[in-house]
């Protein structure tokens, strides 16, 4: 309690006069100034360090201030871009001074008993909080620092405060003033805010004026200026540095009613302390956590074990938190996360909750994978990894310790078991024993060199401490374990030693630094006295030394080693023994060197008794000198020494293992060794010598019996593959160390050991019925070995560079091998020699890279799969032959970047799912039906990085995939809410994995070779059976299949199977091999029907009425002859030919369905939903609602957006819908015809007639196109011929004729009449083209672009044929293997084509020649305009580029030589997304651009500005809701995006991004009851990580950001007064958020396990319904269970009113995903609500919540999939599946159907008048309104 003088408060500077300088001192450069912003005197202190300017108080050190107040505040600004460092020196109750000190110049904390240093974090204007130590930043704030002191002493250093006794602020900062206290005081809460809320009495007050920072008005305090308590109130938890986190107590001086519920507690969000901070604190090992809590963490996660020698197994949900949250202190368990953010300066506030609000939410299990484990590690073969020195006995001499890389291993040496202690993330670098076994000490290697101290007997990890050594190379503990040593290298590569106090640690304590020292000295080996643990000694390059702790301090002294100074020594051993008449320390020590010196120390003494050296035996048999110095040659190099009391073992570089008696006279035993040997140790018992050599050996030396006995043998290097065979039980793996190794599967044991010197094997293969092993080598050899005779069989030369693949069919009789280049070849093997069959070339992906698993073949042997001939596709072939059945194109374009999805590994499912699975790059793996290609579901995401191999166990249970470090064992049906368990153990990428041939065990390699158990339960049927009953309900219709694998003389199949409408996507599907096919136009006069495509067949004269397409054979080189399509005969009238999808035959196709490498292909988004099979359309002019306008625009579609600058005409599309805009007056007209997502639009030049051309309806064969008159907006007619989608279309230049394209999969060009839309000319291509484009000088020519060609096409007529000549003409060689992706006509006989490199060329029309070409851009151009003179390029870069092309015209003569240096760059703009559409004026110089992030931007070339005109969401709308006052509406999506509408003009007014997250939720915060001021307009948004985020419209910027969710926010809602924000999450919980405070006030669970789908308020009478509160709320999730809640909030009340569950049938069908389940409260009976979901019947029910009856049932055609209620009329609206709107009329039911979406109606939402409503399909949203009813 500070003296009554101090009290209130003390203004330290006004108290003693710093400005007269009589009392305080300065030194440097210290002054006195006005600050404009504070209005008052401000003293700067400043220098070129801390140290070089000072203000202290008092003046001289031997005064005190004798300050008792508790809290000191400070009142400064550091200096930006300097440092600063300030020092309080402070007196304990025991009269001991302690400093306390902080500095932005401090790295990390630092403590000792009379000296604390905190770092300072200076946070910037605006920043969150996210800063690093460090100079302060440019945009540094004003802060007020509160400095508890008598907690700090208490938490750090366990004292008791008495006063401050001096102060002093050192450069570079300004300081107002000092002041102490013993009130908190808040700078945010005024005097009338205090006396208001009676804050005194908890004792907190306004800051006193003489202190305050100005506020100017209408601004807030956190705003303007930072607010740092330190610690925080309440906070037990040590924090290591000080950094802004929180404002003061009143969190912004906002008074309430309740002054008490007001008042929040304040934490500070600072890192968790780190394990420095363990010196001072204890804190103890991480306690196991319920799932979905808060997890308190160190700085390296610990893995604990499940059972002895067994790796815990990840639980998927825990590996969702690790990867998801960060890790928490313990503090952050039970509170409500409220992360200071940097969005607009807005500070945001965490406080503790109250325990007398907040409720323990205990999470349970959720159903997973079982058993659990469902791996245990059984063995692991393998040694070392980091180093081969470290292995050691266990006291009982039964057992060695040795490291396997991150995994420590304890080997039983006469039964082989093994256990294992893991936890380390990388290889372990050092072990180390105490003398009885029971504390083992180890540490890894890399920067973070983590220290682990283990209890041995029971394997658990009692202590994680870092090193503070980047890289610590040897330990050595003590004999009682007190004491720990290490001696590593810092970060300068200084040797470094660190002595740590373990004494604590079996006792639950911390271990603590006793002392650390750098030298300059080599230090190879360092061990701790047995009989002191403060000696050590070490020995390294030219020095023996003895170091010692004493005081704190380590200290060294050298051993004179007189004429051996220069030796380098590499290891040391005491003296065994002790005898009693000697002192502990009078030891003999034993150091041996490279040079083959043993030198005998004289411990006590510190000096050298006498020096030996060992040089190898003579010829004749010579014993080694036993005279220092004596002999001549070179030494034997001695690696290692253990000393006995009875003998000295040794190891030596010559691979020997020498025992010698103590005096060195002669050797007694010796093992000879193939490498040299690392290390020695004898056994506690000295019957045993344990020894390790450098090629990863490991064994003992029985000295008795004087055999040698070889525990482990491992690879020197990182394993590449292995093979397992089942009938002798034996596994091979080849390495990086260029050897090819068999192992007994049963004993583990090394069976045979190949060599390849100049050759590194890559690939090996165990044929399955003979002792044959196959193994492929980087030189492109494929070897086959006989094991039973030891002999090589036969070398395959067919490859030329490094096997990629290599495997046998499960039969026997054939061999495959793949190699880098993409060559193919089979082997016959029914011979014991191997023959080859049929070699392919370019076949297999050559940029796929290689891998164990890079062939599959099917468990029935007749299919075979990889990946190739390019990454991007996936070959299924006849394994017997080669012949290629089917081809599946993986890839999935990303509108963002040009990168494509591509193929990783694959493998097949056993024979009867008929499944071929592949892993792709973007951690996908797709399940494929092997015989049509169809995808039937898909994993994802699967590992971190891609998946390097999978496997599937026989009975198709269970998955296996590797990737990263880390093993998943998967559910295959994926039941469960966990589908998959994870399990660590390497420290290297795992290559590969694979069950044993009797699916007991699982193998993994990579660092070394994993066995583990496989603990599945057996199956409850056959596996055939099972497979069967899995594919018939996966597959419908597989049961009848009769379809086989086709025959290599069969026709290959024509069409694509098509998946089911309720099936994923299907992938693209080629069922021929086409590698290189080219296509030749020509035309001739008269053709021959040509039927076998596999025979060679002259080309005769036929009909005249057709043209000829002569295309290159599939399988040959033989011509065949393709008629195209026939054009319709006119017999039927012009309506019905345009109505009715085309009859006639169509010419077969190339089946090139490969997705080309270009953006311009249009994809339609994923869509489960079907059309409705019935649709009430209300009679005409009985609409209730009109479409008033659509916000988006789908940047998803390709040239899809048409302006005709003359006429104004201005059209784009949003999904199925087509909007035609008043650009001046911004009102919309919608053109509703398609059912289907919209690709492309073209206009006519006259403008009067629009195209539009869509995907497949539900039954229909073809695409529609739809021919609308341009003036009254009606479609005249429908087309239909394309068979997937449209690519491009084009019209004529006298309007008369429309071309359109199909996209890659159709690949066909359709010519049409657009007076009568007949179809006058179709044909089919080879290969895929791009776009089409009309010549503006002549209606006959038409151009089109694809690979590496121009097609010029003319048309011509005889009589009422039309037909078409055609004239491919190539790319310059120059540019390669290309894609022309764009191309627009130019002035003069110009034509442009862009490239997917970046590109542009110039084409000569009359000519038919290209003969220029310039880089226009670094990505594919996918857009070309060009008028007059002027060329503007888009590419997938996002620019769009203006070109200056006047000089072309003038280069034609020059031919392909002609200089692109004439064409000039004019100007250049950046947009937000690949550019997809354009349309300019006729100079160019205005337009109009549409990118994929769904933006129209205007453009502007000569003032070179964009605007934008139209946008929406990319991505899926997650939510949509008007402002109270409807002048406003809100969208939120999954691309992270919070956006805010004028509902006047429909533009975006401002939009709130947040990157990696998806905003799942949103909502308007409602009107205040009682306005107080300016009305100011929030938005609270839920997010994928379980954040909410309050955003202010009218400062458009963030108020605050909490995390009261672990999982997903689904669902959120405002109470009614504003005052509270309701959020449910994925998992079930609800929390009640207050936005005042940040505080999470309520956690419900009442729901848990399933997610929130529906939140939503509504007022009530304060007694209605029995209980008090003025407001009911209602809270739904998925599993059709409601709550409703009566809620007094002010009052701290809530009570379950009634819980409502809602019954449905047990199995659904035909339905891919449960509808949700939706509940509302009537707005015309207060006391109903209203019920839509999966159940019994299709049917809205209203339920009286006081009958508590369901009292009325609407049907409904459909599942509901949303559901809004009208505020003012009796209107229901209910969106479906169906792409369906219904607006019902209740009670009558009536009901009107209303289309305009090509998804799923996900949401509606009416505005709070009832006059508009809101729907929103996929990306698109609608704005309807209310006209009538």
Partial sequence: MAAAWQRPYLNVFKHFRVEEWKRSAREGDVAALTDARLKGTVYRIRGSGPASSSLQLPRTATQSLGLAGRYLYLLFRPVAGKHFAVHLDVTTAENQVVRISFSSLFKEFRATATWLQFPFVCGAAGTSGHELVGAAPAEVRWTCLVLDLPTILSLYLSRRYSHLRSVKLC???????????????????????????????????????????????????????????????????????????????????????????????????????????????????????????????????????????????????????????????????????????????????????????????????????????????????GFGGCSTKWALWTHDNAAVVYPCHAVIVTLQIQTGEQRFFTGHTDKVSALAFNGNSTLLASVQAGPLSVVRLWDFPTGTCLSVFKSHVRSLLSLSFSYSGAVLCGVGKDRHSKTMVVVWNAAQVTRGGEVAVLAKAHTDVDIQALKIAFFDDTRMVSCGRDNVRLWRVRSGALRSCAVSLGEYHSLEFTDLAFEEGHAAEREPEDRTLFVCSKSGHVLEVDYKNVCMRSARRLLPAQPQGCQPHDKAGGGTGPGIAINSISISSTFCAMGSEDGYLRLWPLDFSAVVLEAEHEAPVSSVCISPDSR??????????????????????????????????????????????????????????????????????????????????????????????????????????????????????????????FMFSSCLQGTLALYGCMAQKSHVLRVLGNVVARDAGSGPDALAVSGDSRLLAFVGHSKYIVTVMEACSLDELLRVDI?????????????????????????????????????????????????????????????LSEDGRYLLTAGDKVIKVWDYQMRFDINFQVYIGHSEPVRQVAFTPDQQHVISVGDAIFLWDFLALPAERSPLARACSSKSTLLPGAEGSSEKVKDASETPRQTVPLPLLSSP????????????????????????????????????????????????????????????????????????????????????????????????????????????QSFLSPPAGSEILRLKAVIGYNGNGRGNMVWNPDTGFFAYTCGCVIVVEDLHSGSQNHWLGHAEEISTLAVSHDAQVLASASGKRNGDSHCQICIWNVQDGVCT??????????????????????????????????????????????????????????????????????????????????????????????????LGPVELTSLCYGADNLLYSGTNSGQICVWDTETNGCFMTWEADEGEIGVLVCRRNRLMSGSNTKRIRLWAVAAVRDLRLRGPDASSSSVLLEHEITLDGTIVSAAFDDSLEMGIVGTTAGTLWYINWMESTSIRLISGHKNKVTEVCFSPDETHCATCGEDGSVRIWSQGSMELVVQFQVLNQSCQCLAWKPRPIIMWGAERQHVVAGYSDGTIRVFSISRTEMELKMHPHAAAVTAIAYSTDGEMI????????????????????????????????????????????????????????SDRRVSVWASDWLKDKCELLDWLSFSALAGPEGLISLPPSLAAFCPWEPSTLVYVGFGMQKEALFYSLRKKQVVEKIALPYFATSLSLSPAARFMAVGFGERLLRLLRCPAGEAQDYAGHDDAVHLCRFAPSGRRLLTASHSAVLVWELTGG
Wanted: hydrophobic share 35%.
């Fill in 1622 to 1677: 309701l959020s449910g999450d994925k998992d079930g919980l609800v929390a009640v958020s207050s936005p005042r405070t940040g505080m999470t006030i309520r956690i419900l669970a009442d729901h848990k396990g399933s997610p929130i789908t529906v939140l939503q308020c509504t007022r009530k009478q304060y007694r209605d319904f029995g209980v008090e509160g003025g407001e009911l709320w209602l809270a739904t999730s």
């Fill in 891 to 951: 890839s999935i374009l990303d509108l963002n970047s040009a990168a494509l999805d591509f193929a990783v590994r694959v493998c097949f499912a056993p024979v009867p799912r008929g499944e071929l699975l592949v892993s792709t790059s973007s951690n996908k793996i797709l399940v494929l039906d092997a015989k049509t290609g169809r995808l039937v579901r898909e994993v994802s995401p699967v590992h971190k990085l891609s998946c390097s191999s999978l496997a």
């Fill in 1065 to 1172: 996507p299907c992938l693209d599907v080629s069922s021929v091999h086409q590698t290189g096919c080219q296509s030749i136009f020509s035309e001739s006069d008269k053709e021959q029907e040509a039927d076998l495509p596999g025979r060679s067949r002259m080309v005769m004269n036929g009909d005249k009425d057709a043209s000829l397409l002569v295309v290159g054979s599939v399988r040959s080189k033989e011509l065949i002859v393709v008629r195209p399509k026939a054009r319709q005969e006119s017999s039927t009238s012009p309506e019905e030919s345009a109505n009715e999808p085309r009859k006639e035959t169509r010419s077969p196709k190339s089946q090139c369905s490969v997705r080309p490498d270009s953006y311009r292909h249009f994809t339609p988004h994923f869509k489960a939903s079907v059309l409705p």
């Fill in 688 to 813: 045993k010598v344990l020894c390790t050599t450098a090629a990863g050996n490991l064994g003992y030396l029985d000295i008795q019996s004087r055999d040698y006995n070889t525990l482990m043998r491992s690879h020197e290097h990182s394993i590449l593959a292995f093979s397992v065979e089942g009938i002798w039980k034996q596994m091979a793996t080849v390495s990086r160390d260029n050897t090819i190794r068999v192992w007994d599967l049963v004993s583990m044991q090394q069976l045979y050991d190949f060599t390849a010197a100049d050759e590194m094997p890559c690939a090996v293969a165990f044929h399955p019925t003979q002792q044959i092993l196959a193994c492929g080598f980087d030189s492109g050899m494929v070897r086959t070995f006989s094991l039973a005779a030891s002999d090589l069989l036969a070398e395959h030369k067919q490859h030329r560079t490094v096997i990629t693949g290599l495997t046998f069919s499960p039969d026997g009789k």
């Fill in 1277 to 1374: 007619a429908s087309l239909f011929h394309h068979e997937t989608q449209v690519q491009a279309m084009a019209f004529s230049r006298d309007d008369r004729f429309l071309v359109t394209l199909g996209d890659y999969s159709d690949q066909t060009v359709a010519l049409w009449n657009t007076y009568t839309h007949e179809l006058m000319f179709s044909t089919c291509v080879l290969e895929p083209v791009h776009d089409v484009a009309f010549s503006p000088l002549c209606h006959r020519e038409l151009a089109c672009v694809g690979r590496g060609t121009v097609m010029f096409w003319l048309l011509e007529h005889q009589g009422a044929d039309v037909s078409l000549k055609v004239h491919r003409a190539p790319a310059l060689d120059v």
């Fill in 171 to 381: 450069s570079n900062l300004l300081v107002k003033n000092l002041c102490t206290s013993d009130l908190v005081f808040d700078p945010a809460v005024t005097f009338s805010e205090a006396r208001q809320a009676d804050l005194a009495r908890r004792g907190v007050a306004p800051m006193p004026r003489e202190m305050a920072f100005p506020v100017p008005k209408g601004e807030y305090w956190h705003d303007l200026y930072h607010y740092i308590r330190f610690p925080a109130e309440g906070s037990k938890l040590l924090h290591d540095s000080i950094q802004k986190s929180c404002p003061g107590p009143a969190a912004g001086g906002q008074a309430s009613e309740d002054p008490i519920r007001q008042l929040p507690q304040p934490v500070t969000l600072t890192k968790a302390v780190r394990d420095r901070l363990s010196l001072i604190h204890q804190i103890t090992s991480p306690k196991a956590m319920p799932h979905r809590r808060p997890v308190t963490a160190k700085s390296i996660p610990e893995v604990h074990l499940t059972a002895p020698g067994t790796p815990r197994a990840v639980p998927a949900a825990d590996k969702e938190l690790e990867r998801n949250q960060r890790p928490r202190s313990a503090g952050d368990a039970g509170q409500s996360r409220s992360l200071a953010v940097g969005d607009g300066g807005i500070h945001v506030y965490a406080h503790q909750m109250s325990e007398r609000t907040i409720r323990a939410v205990h999470a349970g299990s959720e159903e997973g994978l079982l058993p659990d484990p469902i791996l245990k590690l059984r063995m692991i073969i």
